[in-house]
Every structure is written in C-alpha cells, then in structure tokens.
T-cell receptor, first 118, second 113 residues
Framework: GAVVSQHPSWVICKSGTSVKIECRSLDFQATTMFWYRQFPKQSLMLMAT?????????EQGVEKDKFLINHASLTLSTLTVTSAHPEDSSFYIC??????????????FGAGTRLSVL | GENVEQHPSTLSVQEGDSAVIKCTYS??????FPWYKQELGKGPQLIIDIRSNVGEKKDQRIAVTLNKTAKHFSLHITETQPEDSAVYFCAASIGQAGTALIFGKGTTLSVSS
C-alpha cells in the first residue's frame, strides 16, 4: 500500500516551453501533497505544500507563477514548470500524506521526475 | 524554524559491519523523525520512523534511537549488505499531517563486499 506514482520519470524540453508533472496516490487518498526539488548530490528542498481544493503554499524564494501547482482531487496533484529555462533543470519529487490518519505525518514519495531543459 | 544537521556526509563500511548515521534538530516542538533511503535516480523510500514518545524502534537490521533532551536521533544498520549502499536522509517535523518535513543533507553509505 501507500504507492505514489509520478509521471513522467524523465522529460527533455526546449527552453521556453512548459512541462507538466503529475503526482498520483494510487491506493490511498492524500490530504496534502508536497513538491520538492533536488539538485545532484544535495538534499530535498521543499518548494510548496498543496492541499486538495485550495491554493498551494509556496516556500520563500519559489516563484508561484513559474511553478504552478494544481491539486484537483485527493489523489492527484500537478506541477507545471512554465517557460522553462536551463536553470530549472533538476530532479522534482512529490510526496503525499495519507488522508485517513491526519494525526501522523507519514509521507510517501514518488519516484521523481528528471527535467532537462535545453 | 527547524534545522536538521546530519553526519557524516559519507560513510564507507565493509559488508557485515554496522553503520551509524546521526542527526540533530533544533526545534523542540518536532516530534516525528523519519529516515529515508534514496537510490540513484529514484525517490526517497521510508525505511523507519520514530515519534518522540519512544526512545528506540527496531525493524530487523535497522534501528533508530531518539534522545529528545539532547535533540538528536540516530540510524543504526547492522550486518550491512552491498544493497544497503544508498543515500540516507533524516528528517524532522511536527507529527501532524500537512506539515513539512525538514531534511538533513544526506549521508552516502557505501558497503563494500
């Protein structure tokens, strides 16, 4: 149980285009989903926290107009990198809380999406 | 806000030896401490977690200890195997769903046979 699916696993795009990454909880409902960014050999940096049906909360320094987050249902959140540039190239990872146990903060992670912007 | 320090950054052991990774945290309100294993090109996998109401938790070859007074917690892996080689991250948070995990910088564990 507690599987988080993330697609695509790898995407290459041209500079200036937009890329959408999907994060799905397959066998549970997620109250909250989180989006992280990870540079090579570095730790996970939280970008934003996403709750179903409400606007995402972005961390300081993360441009909300560039990284659009939509959390339309309890099983799906999407991250769209708009007008991507080479500096946006990174490993993007989502995680999800299990809705049935709000007293716990167990987060399950997707496999990540490697974005390469040419 | 919370700050998590993790040591060492790299750790090399021989197969069968034990490995210990240590983390300290700054926010006394934190009460949930998970450990994740991340293999190259993959997302982090939860391997064990501990809450502040217990001092130790064990799952086969993996154990985690917590010293709430000193604000530090450790991951212990016994009888290491080559497949234990990965990057390990500790994290801390207030243990309520919807709150962010604050991660340490990670430890690259290499187990040689």
């Amino acid at each position: 149980g507690a599987v988080v699916s993330q697609h695509p696993s790898w995407v290459i795009c041209k500079s200036g285009t937009s890329v959408k990454i999907e994060c799905r909880s397959l066998d549970f409902q997620a109250t909250t989903m989180f989006w992280y960014r990870q540079f090579p050999k570095q730790s996970l940096m939280l970008m934003a926290t996403s709750n179903e049906g409400s606007k995402a909360t972005y961390e300081q320094g993360v441009e909300k107009d560039k990284f659009l987050i939509n959390h339309a249902s309890l099983t799906l959140s999407t991250l769209t990198v708009t007008s991507a540039h080479p500096e946006d190239s990174s490993f993007y990872i989502c995680s999800a809380n299990v809705a049935r146990d709000v007293s716990k903060n167990i987060q399950y992670f997707g496999a990540g999406t490697r974005l390469s912007v040419l | 806000g919370e700050n998590v320090e993790q040591h060492p950054s790299t750790l090399s052991v021989q197969e069968g030896d034990s490995a210990v990774i240590k983390c300290t945290y700054s926010d006394s309100a934190s009460n949930y401490f998970p450990w994740y294993k991340q293999e190259l090109g993959k997302g982090p996998q939860l391997i064990i977690d501990i809450r502040s109401n217990v001092g130790e938790k064990k799952d086969q070859r993996i154990a985690v200890t917590l010293n709430k007074t000193a604000k530090h917690f450790s991951l212990h892996i016994t009888e290491t195997q080559p497949e234990d080689s990965a990057v390990y991250f500790c994290a801390a948070s207030i243990g309520q769903a919807g709150t962010a995990l604050i991660f340490g910088k990670g430890t690259t564990l290499s187990v040689s046979s």
